[in-house]
């Protein structure tokens, strides 16, 4: 039955009426983010396999002159955070569980080690299937207005390349922008926990020319060296001035110099393609070198413990993180993340620190890092951290398993205060999470033919800081995808699609493995807790 596609196009002819000239297309993805290029290149095979044809569009604010992959790519986060499978069952499943068929074929198309991504080598490749996949690409854009009717997203209008109408839109971008302007209520920041001025850090990436990975180690293990030398005075001093004098921090500092076995703690390499930095020592002489405190609230940008990916001729560092409220993260989000004037400011103290250390030369990216930009108030199914500690979605609906941690990098403020306030006293170590997961949290109440796949998906504030991460919404997309080519070439409303038909249609049986967690009543206690201060 295509009843939903006759009531669309009864019901946004007059809504699309005034359109001058408008570009027709079955699906409409709004934001170049990774999870947004991979679910288009999907959504366009399922449609074809149903329909025989397909028209596909991915439309961007960004510019793809400048790189196909949002903050991955143009913002240059090079370090994939993958799926982590627990350490009980590591045996079984490996270090890192089994990626869905889309985040795999991302993982193959863009020739990935495992975790290094080389976004210059990702932009020619998307560009190479947008083109032979026939998916249009329009960049560049200003989104003006979109235009609705009841229950349905009827088309969008630029200022600048005319308007669009579509069956079905996907909002790929960071912060739900089309939803927001489609009238999707947005929360702010964590507003579902009762701190709506609170998000996460905005980290701001940069590359190393001319230094391998082993040089890198052995400049921080002259660092560490330092800082474990009581009688280096100027070390001593930098230690000093980085932690305020405040001796708990500056234990910190000092525990981390060293691992369990006494040794100094120099950057690990899981992999051959990534690093991850254990010890304080470039913080500690950052912060210390250029008089300001280890704290990301009091000093507005940290040089954190770094992700390092590790390519070619190139280090990429996740490292740089800035202090924003939820109304900046936002405008941020939806102004092209560009960087404002404080934080380049202290982007170029970051690289004349490296520079002193004999780097010769560093790269910042064009765009910012953006975690979270806000989220949708309700989905027809929220993915929240204590359904996530609870192992997730029903095996029977499950399209995939994620692990992940609950990862507040930099920390949400206020959060302490609250839980404490709200007399919560007891916190046990929240442990990562195992979970099942659908698509239906992509789908905002408001509309039967939008969904928001991003951060700013229904995760009910908390869950955010696990389904933020590229791989999970890659998978979710796969599942999506196969959603919106159903509603599209069955005429039905997105909402009435379920888990379970996506799963049958899936065309593999991925594996299954969710399960609560210990920290379960924890999580459970602080989300339910929180939600009566919304």
Partial sequence: MRVLAQETNTSCIEANAQLDNPQTYDVIIFGDEIPGVMTAIKVKRELEKRNGKAKVALITEGDTERGIGGHLVRGGLA????NQVPRDMRGELGTFGASSQLYQEFIDLTETEAIALDRFKATKIFKNIFSRENIDLLDNVKLQSVATTGKLVCSLTTANNGSFIAEQFIDATQGGKLAERSGVEIKMGFAHVGLPDSTLSVGWVFEIYGKDIQQLQQIELGLIERFLNTSDRQAQDWLAVASGNNPEKLADFERSFTDSHGQPAIMYQAT???ADVRALAFSGAYHGDTSTLFDL???RGILDRANIAVLDNRLSLNALLFDVDATQARELSNNGARPTPMMKEIAQKVEAFFKRLGVQRIE???????????????????LTATKMADGGVPV???LGTFSYHLDARGGIAGLRERVIDAGIHEIRSVLMPTFNYGFRHTLPVEYENLAVLSPASGFGGLGTTAGRIVEFNVSVGEGLAIATAMANADGRSLHSITNQEV?????????IYGKPSSSWFDVFTVEKTLRRFE
């Fill in 503 to 511: 799963k049958q249609a899936l065309g593999y049986a991925p594996q």
């Fill in 272 to 274: 051959p393609d990534s």
């Fill in 79 to 82: 370090y994939l955070d993958r």
């Fill in 297 to 299: 609230r009091k000093s």
């Fill in 364 to 382: 910042f990216m064009d765009e910012l890092y953006i975690r979270t930009a806000g989220q949708i108030a309700e989905s027809l199914d929220d």
């Fill in 396 to 398: 029977e609906e499950a």
